[in-house]
């Protein structure tokens, strides 16, 4: 049974295919083309006998008008629809293009059918040799035919080749889902290809089918990694024959589990000499696994507070991730550089309600503390994070605590898109007895920001009239000085 149906491999070209009027307009400027095969022959029944075996791919290169390159022997999946095969969909600006190179090549890398190009002896047996022109109209899916030769009689120079290349290097494709409550949608993500602890190939996965190729032989077993923000890092292993032998053509489709993820930077606290404890703090009720990134997971089952810990071996960046009852988890805690990391997502925390990530000073933090799906946050406790620029509020939030203190890079302008959505939803709710600790020189740290006019005219409202405790005092002479 293979792993992937036809009709699933028809759904998911449907998916890449279709957009919505959202992402037109995002991509505008971009078209879609796809290549369908025609063989040439001499009669009807050749015409009926043209098969492929699983796993054959296109190899092509394409170039623009003017002669630039766009393609250079890229390889692009073949989809087999009621005896038809058609490649899946490219993605390109709207433009002129030219197709230079076009070629058919087996599981083994063996080329099949190619299209002639013109001038060589058998480029009169179709009629569009390469280069052969097209173009791709923004927001529009171009569907081309093109006639290709057996040339297993054939040599390169009879259809205008340099060479044929059957030693090319392995390939398979590779499209990413996330799962959420609503189903699934492939999305983008960085993959990369291990063999032997060693990474042999890094690449970037879009949201469509994509190719991998990387050199190496066909049975020795590799790992397939695919990591993304807020998802659990997902890792497999193959050979490039099971691939062939269980995926249907050769495509292997990954779906991504909700994660609570955060790339940890052991040690990078107070010019530490060794990686030392590295560690953070859950409120929750359920099981989890951490993933700590470095080959050791683990399981936790609790129904309140959860210190977890790790010693690393060595100084580095490692990807971890949190899954499991996501949608119990309350508080996260890493302060006094006890857990230095260098991005966080809570994407998936929905119940998430206190947040303290602090006093980490010079050593790593988040740039940005992204809360955009975190509607329920009361307390957000940021302080002393030197890295820490930008904080995002949702608009519908309920926070009753801030402390930002800095130092810390947070500018007047991103301070202005903090303070904002809080004091929007205090006045809509009447939310009262919160506290904002901006800090200062002489007592808490310097001012984030500093705020600016409006913000100081908010805070005073929020101080006045809502009972918050603000931090300088917007009342008094020295705030218009910060």
Not at 83 to 99: C, D, I, K, M
Request: charged share 20%; aromatic share 12%.
């Amino acid at each position: 049974m293979k792993a992937l149906s036809t009709s699933v491999i028809f759904l998911l070209l449907l998916i890449v295919g279709c957009k919505s009027e959202n992402e037109d307009l995002k991509t505008f400027k971009k078209g879609e083309v796809s290549f369908s095969l025609e063989l040439i022959g001499e009669s009807a029944a050749t015409r009926e006998s043209f098969n492929l075996p699983t796993g054959s791919y296109l190899q092509i290169s394409i170039e623009t008008a003017e002669g630039t390159e766009v393609l250079a022997q890229d390889s692009i999946a073949i989809l087999t629809f009621n005896g038809t095969f058609v490649s899946a969909p490219l993605e390109l600006n709207e433009a002129a293009y030219l197709l230079t190179e076009f070629m058919v090549l087996s599981p083994g890398n063996e080329v099949l059918y190619a299209t002639p190009v013109s001038g060589s002896p058998m480029a009169d047996l179709t009629n569009d040799p390469l280069p052969f022109p097209f173009e791709v109209v923004a927001n529009e899916a171009t569907s081309l035919s093109l006639e290709v030769l057996n040339v297993s009689m054939l040599t390169p120079e009879d259809i205008g080749y340099v060479s044929f290349p059957f030693t090319i290097v392995n390939h398979f494709f590779v499209s990413v889902f996330e799962l959420e409550e609503n189903g699934q949608t492939l999305t983008d993500a960085q993959g990369y290809i291990i063999q032997e602890s060693d990474t042999v190939k890094e690449f970037s996965v879009e949201p469509e089918i994509n190719a991998v190729t990387f050199s190496g032989n066909d049975t020795v077993e590799f790992t397939l990694v695919i990591v993304k923000d807020g998802f659990a890092k997902h890792t497999q292993n193959f050979t490039i024959k099971d691939i062939y032998d269980d995926y249907d053509n050769a495509i292997v489709p990954v779906s991504l589990i909700p994660a609570l993820t955060f790339v940890a930077v052991p040690g990078n606290y107070d010019n530490a000499t060794y990686p030392d404890e590295f560690g953070f703090s859950l409120t929750y009720q359920g099981n989890i696994t951490i993933d700590w990134g470095d080959g050791t997971v683990e399981e936790g089952s609790f129904v309140s507070n959860y210190w977890a810990s790790h010693n690393y071996e060595s100084f580095g960046e490692y990807f971890v991730s949190v899954t499991g009852d996501l949608a119990t988890f309350t508080e996260f805690y890493s302060y006094y550089g006890q857990g230095p990391m260098k991005a966080i997502n809570l994407y998936h925390l929905p119940e998430l309600d206190d947040l303290r990530i602090g006093f980490n000073g010079s050593g790593e933090c988040p740039k940005v503390i992204d809360l955009s799906r975190n509607h329920k946050v009361r307390t957000l406790n940021l302080a002393l994070n030197h890295d820490l620029e930008e904080i995002i509020i949702p608009e519908l939030n309920q926070v009753l605590h801030l402390l930002i203190q800095g130092p810390n890079n947070i500018s007047t302008a991103n301070l202005e898109n903090i303070i904002a959505p809080i004091y929007e939803s205090v006045v809509a709710t009447g939310r009262t007895g919160g506290a904002i600790n901006l800090g200062s020189e002489e007592e808490f740290g310097e001012t984030a920001g500093p705020p600016s006019e409006s913000d100081w005219a908010k805070l005073r409202i929020l101080k006045n009239e809502y009972d918050w405790f603000v931090y300088p005092d917007p009342d008094s002479e020295k705030a218009s000085f910060f």
